[in-house]
């Protein structure tokens, strides 16, 4: 089988080495890839993804990165007969748009925070009551068009920065208010071929840039699996009370979900909410899920371009996944690039997972960082303990001038083992 994989990012590290180990993939070809994954596959840095595909006549694409799947780009490779795993552009606008997800999750019962909708800021502005409330723009954001404010200046400061600076273009032209819930977050994917689902294994993930869930929202800080809240009651709930009525929803409205559904959680007292859905693998979920899938991912893939997946079983290591992210001082604002970096070998040593590069390149044969996210260090352990024990001591082997990383990662949910 030759694959071929769009993304440049940690998730798609993830998903490459993870594809890479079926025996079914004879050769993969990355655009536009990154130098961890260079070391296993084929990076190109063709411009032209159709062009691409065309010459390079693969038996399936994976589309990695939310942007391509909102823009249409399975609906492209797909008119010119190429297998897609990934969404078409109707279907992804469960991300690419949380006005249409909000109201698809009205039409289908799904529960989720009580929200307004605003074009105008100056309506926008009045709506904030006391300023304790959850500010998403409408659109892609890379992770970082939410605003969880405390009070009136910093929801006046959110919606004046999305609407009338601007700072998130097009995206930001729209903005929701919701109602602001408590409880502990939870991250549960889910394959589908369009007429079924098969959830995978939970994750929860870290979007505030500093210890404690302080700081400003990022596209996420670590990560792990499995996660000790998630009982197989709530795993249930989640079943019945959000997949299977947006899998419905989708169906009764002639829309074909192909790829892999994102529910991000909260536990509240009143049950399962929805915060928002995504259209593609979470970053950094991939990095502590697909270390602990024990089936054949491209044999997943494939079932479900194919309509076929019940004939594809997922099975999962017993293991506990941990995975801190490698950040540049100063993300996500401004931060500087270029630094040197040392140590990913000595952390592979340790963990025997590769550290997935996210915000890496290659300068005169030397590794510097090159984004506010640099890499993403992952370890298996028997328990969450044990996997945080050794992500950290990997982390420690690991260096590059402005080098910042949260440091209780999976802290409260291994402290919970018993």
Same mark, same amino acid.
């Given at each position: 089988?030759?694959?071929?994989? &769009?993304?440049?990012?940690?998730?798609?590290?993830?998903?490459?080495?993870?594809?890479?180990? !079926?025996?079914?993939?004879?050769?993969?070809?990355? @655009?536009?890839?990154?130098?961890?994954?260079?070391?296993?596959?084929?990076? !190109?840095?063709?411009?032209?993804?159709?062009?691409?595909?065309?010459? @390079?006549?693969?038996?399936?694409?994976?589309?990695?990165?939310?942007?391509?799947?909102?823009?249409? %780009?399975?609906?492209?490779?797909?008119?010119?007969?190429?297998?897609?795993?990934?969404?078409?552009?109707?279907?992804?606008?469960?991300?690419?748009?949380? !006005?249409?997800?909000?109201?698809?999750? +009205?039409? #289908?019962?799904?529960? $989720?925070?009580? !929200? +307004?909708?605003?074009?105008?800021?100056?309506?926008?502005?009045?709506?904030?009551?006391?300023?304790?409330?959850?500010?998403? /723009?409408?659109?892609?954001?890379?992770?970082? =068009?939410?605003?969880?404010?405390?009070?009136?200046?910093?929801?006046?400061?959110?919606?004046?920065?999305?609407?009338?600076?601007?700072?998130?273009?097009?995206?930001?032209?729209?903005?929701? &208010?919701?109602?602001?819930?408590?409880?502990?977050?939870?991250?549960?994917?889910?394959?589908?071929?369009?007429?079924?689902?098969?959830?995978?294994?939970? #994750?929860?993930?870290?979007?505030?840039?500093?210890?404690?869930? %302080?700081?400003?929202?990022?596209?996420?800080?670590?990560? @792990?699996?499995?996660?000790?809240?998630?009982?197989?009651?709530?795993?249930?709930?989640?079943?019945?009370? &959000?997949?299977?009525?947006? %899998?419905?929803?989708?169906?009764?409205?002639?829309?074909?979900?192909?790829?892999?559904?994102?529910?991000?959680?909260?536990?509240?007292?009143?049950? %399962?909410?929805?915060?928002?859905?995504?259209?593609?693998?979470?970053?950094?979920?991939?990095?502590?899920?697909?270390?602990?899938?024990?089936?054949?991912?491209?044999?997943?893939?494939?079932?479900?371009?194919?309509?076929?997946?019940?004939?594809?079983?997922?099975?999962?290591?017993?293991?506990?996944?941990?995975?801190?992210?490698?950040?540049?001082?100063?993300?996500?604002?401004?931060?500087?690039?270029?630094?040197? &970096?040392?140590?990913?070998?000595?952390?592979?040593?340790?963990?025997?997972?590769?550290?997935?590069?996210?915000?890496?390149?290659?300068?005169?044969?030397?590794?510097?960082?090159?984004?506010?996210? /640099? #890499?993403?260090?992952?370890?298996?352990?028997?328990?969450?303990?044990?996997?945080?024990?050794?992500? @950290?001591?990997?982390?420690?082997?690991?260096?590059?001038? =402005?080098?910042?990383?949260? $440091?209780?990662?999976? +802290?409260?949910?291994?402290?919970?083992?018993?």
């Amino acid at each position: 089988m030759k694959i071929l994989l &769009i993304g440049s990012g940690g998730r798609e590290h993830a998903i490459a080495w993870s594809l890479s180990k !079926s025996p079914q993939v004879e050769h993969m070809l990355v @655009y536009p890839g990154n130098p961890g994954i260079g070391r296993f596959a084929e990076c !190109s840095d063709e411009t032209d993804i159709e062009t691409l595909a065309k010459r @390079y006549k693969p038996d399936l694409v994976v589309v990695g990165p939310e942007l391509p799947l909102v823009d249409g %780009l399975t609906d492209r490779l797909t008119a010119q007969g190429h297998k897609v795993f990934g969404p078409s552009a109707s279907a992804a606008r469960l991300e690419g748009s949380k !006005s249409f997800a909000k109201a698809l999750m +009205q039409r #289908a019962g799904i529960p $989720t925070a009580s !929200s +307004q909708e605003f074009t105008d800021p100056t309506e926008a502005l009045a709506a904030i009551g006391d300023g304790k409330v959850v500010i998403k /723009v409408d659109g892609l954001a890379a992770g970082k =068009g939410v605003a969880v404010s405390d009070n009136r200046q910093e929801a006046t400061e959110a919606i004046e920065d999305a609407m009338i600076a601007k700072r998130f273009g097009i995206a930001g032209e729209r903005v929701i &208010i919701e109602e602001r819930l408590s409880g502990p977050e939870l991250s549960i994917l889910a394959f589908c071929d369009g007429s079924s689902f098969t959830v995978m294994q939970p #994750a929860q993930d870290f979007k505030r840039a500093f210890d404690g869930d %302080l700081g400003p929202n990022t596209g996420g800080m670590g990560a @792990y699996s499995p996660v000790p809240v998630a009982t197989d009651a709530l795993m249930d709930e989640a079943t019945g009370r &959000i997949f299977e009525p947006l %899998l419905a929803t989708l169906v009764a409205e002639g829309i074909k979900y192909v790829g892999v559904f994102y529910a991000g959680l909260m536990i509240t007292a009143d049950g %399962l909410k929805v915060i928002e859905f995504n259209c593609r693998f979470g970053d950094p979920e991939a990095q502590a899920v697909l270390p602990r899938l024990d089936s054949d991912l491209a044999e997943v893939m494939m079932a479900c371009v194919d309509g076929q997946l019940n004939t594809a079983k997922l099975r999962w290591r017993d293991e506990a996944c941990v995975s801190v992210v490698l950040a540049q001082q100063g993300y996500p604002g401004s931060h500087l690039s270029g630094a040197a &970096i040392n140590g990913f070998a000595h952390a592979e040593s340790l963990t025997q997972i590769p550290v997935f590069h996210a915000g890496t390149a290659e300068v005169n044969r030397e590794l510097v960082t090159s984004g506010g996210r /640099v #890499a993403a260090v992952s370890a298996l352990g028997h328990n969450l303990q044990t996997a945080r024990d050794t992500a @950290y001591e990997a982390v420690g082997r690991v260096s590059f001038s =402005g080098m910042t990383f949260r $440091t209780d990662i999976a +802290q409260a949910a291994s402290e919970q083992e018993t």
